[in-house]
């Protein structure tokens, strides 16, 4: 079974940073694509990060410059370093599989940003 385990929100000032955590078990992790997703109150899930098998990365344009994901296969951990926050990051935060199939949303972690 895929478990998903995010951490290392908080409440944090604007101009900031957090670094989240993903642990993950249930699949052979070294050959799935990750993401990270965020939900903010009111609006829509949305990716904002993700990394290939390979290292390979994509931001949203909200993100980009600002955020890093990385992994680590051999503690099947996916990171998201978040730099320089806004207000706007506020949003509960997800990790996931990117294939369809293998995709299971756990409790996600709160990150709130003060102005």
């Known amino acids: 079974q895929v478990q998903l385990v995010e951490s290392g929100g908080g409440l944090v000032q604007a101009g900031g940073s957090l670094r989240l955590s993903c642990a993950a078990s249930g699949i052979i992790f070294s050959i799935h694509a990750m993401g990270w997703y965020r939900q903010a109150p009111g609006k829509q899930r949305e990716l904002v990060a993700s990394?290939?098998?390979?290292?390979?990365?994509n931001y949203a344009d909200s993100v980009k410059g600002r955020f890093t994901i990385s992994r680590d296969n051999a503690k099947n951990t996916v990171y998201l370093q978040m730099n320089s926050l806004k207000p706007d990051d506020t949003a509960v935060y997800y990790c996931?599989?990117?294939?369809?199939?293998?995709?299971?949303w756990g409790q996600g972690t709160q990150v709130t940003v003060s102005s």
């Open positions: 990394i290939s098998n390979g290292g390979g990365t």
């Open positions: 996931n599989v990117m294939h369809p199939a293998f995709q299971s």
